[in-house]
């Protein structure tokens, strides 16, 4: 599986980002056109997605800093679920963050969240912290993390 064709975007992307964020997270947990502009006019931020002629079927931003990096969000739109499109965001991004001197890829997933934690588990993430009360609505927080030497 994998294999989607993924493009690094910038700032430029920030209402398609938006869009696709909106269709994927509850209403609330959304991320706004503004907040995505201005999160990825930050130092070490990027985006990565995979377009098709419908828009965007998934994307992800990770922000690096020194020799590590997180994964801020990561979402791929229902009708293009199962069907390795995060697999392929998450390999180019990771090749991108191990071309740019990063050795540990860290983030945070809700803990009921199962297709997120069997995603990251499939990618070589492993759970490395736990932040009770994490979210707002008093969800937990598991914490994962891969070194990039181990799994490419
Ligand atoms: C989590 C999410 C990004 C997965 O995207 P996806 O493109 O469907 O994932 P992939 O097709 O690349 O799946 C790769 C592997 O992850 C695991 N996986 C993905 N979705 C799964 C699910 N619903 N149930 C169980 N395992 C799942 C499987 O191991 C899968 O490999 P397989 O299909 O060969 O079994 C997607 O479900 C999503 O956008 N969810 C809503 C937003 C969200 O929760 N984001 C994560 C926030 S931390």
């Known amino acids: 599986m994998g294999g989607w064709p993924v493009d690094a975007v910038g700032p430029e992307a920030a ?4 869009h696709l964020h909106e269709a994927c997270f509850p209403q609330g947990e959304a991320w706004s056109a503004p ?5 990825l006019a930050m130092p070490g931020c990027c985006a990565w997605v995979v377009a098709t002629d419908d828009g965007l079927a998934g994307m992800v931003i ?6 590590e990096a997180e994964i801020l969000t990561i979402c791929v739109a229902p009708d293009y679920r199962r069907r390795g499109v995060a697999q392929s965001l998450i390999e ?3 090749e991108s963050m191990k071309c740019a ?5 860290f983030l945070e997933v809700r803990a009921d969240n199962a297709a997120a934690r069997s ?14 009360n994490y979210y707002s609505d008093g969800g937990n927080a598991i914490v994962m993390c891969a070194n ?3 799994s490419l």
């Open 101 to 105: 001197k990063v050795e540990r890829i």
């Open 35 to 39: 907040n995505m502009r201005n999160l």
């Open 92 to 94: 180019r991004m990771s």
């Open 62 to 67: 990770a922000r690096k800093a020194l020799d």
């Open 119 to 132: 995603l990251y588990a499939a990618a070589g993430y492993n759970r490395c912290g736990f932040r009770a």
């Open 15 to 18: 209402r398609r980002l938006s």
């Open 148 to 150: 990039l030497s181990d």
